[in-house]
């Protein structure tokens, strides 16, 4: 199948022009139509993107519980880049003191088995 043959996407230029504005570089090769691509069903389990949750937000002092609605790795970033925080955690609840974190705000990454990485902050006032 030759890139002539393929159906281009009716939205490349507005994406092709985002990527330039964000990244500087131009996309060398064209954003192809897939219109046979359904989107995820309710039952899909990875349909849900929310894997984590952080409380209370916004938070002073203590401890900063995090419910993971799945097993991975939870690392505590502030805003600066320092990791202040890293651990395997299995789904269920796991509290974590933030007293040592002198950043207002505190980036919440986590990566489950699979790779899959998701972000959530929190605000430390």
């Known amino acids: ?10 939205y490349a230029a507005i994406s092709e022009s985002m990527y330039l504005e964000l990244t500087g570089l131009r996309v ?9 691509v359904a989107p995820r069903s309710k039952t899909d389990p990875k349909s849900s993107t929310k894997v ?7 938070i002073q002092t203590g401890m900063l519980t995090v419910d993971l609605y799945q097993d991975g ?18 789904k269920g609840s ?10 207002s705000i505190i980036l919440l990454k986590f990566t489950d088995d699979f790779g ?10």
């Not at 060398?28 to 046979?36: A, T, V, Y």
């Not at 899959?116 to 006032?125: C, H, L, N, P, W």
Request: net charge negative; no cysteine.
């Open 52 to 58: 984590l949750q952080a409380y209370p937000n916004p």
């Open 1 to 10: 199948m030759y890139l002539n043959d393929i159906k281009r996407n009716p």
């Open 28 to 36: 060398d090769k064209p954003f192809i139509h897939l219109s046979n």
């Open 116 to 125: 899959e990485v998701s972000f959530d902050k929190v605000i430390k006032i």
């Open 73 to 90: 790795t939870l690392d505590l970033i502030g805003i600066s880049g320092k990791q202040y925080f890293t651990e395997y955690s299995e």
């Open 94 to 103: 796991e509290s974590i003191s933030i007293e040592d974190i002198n950043e």
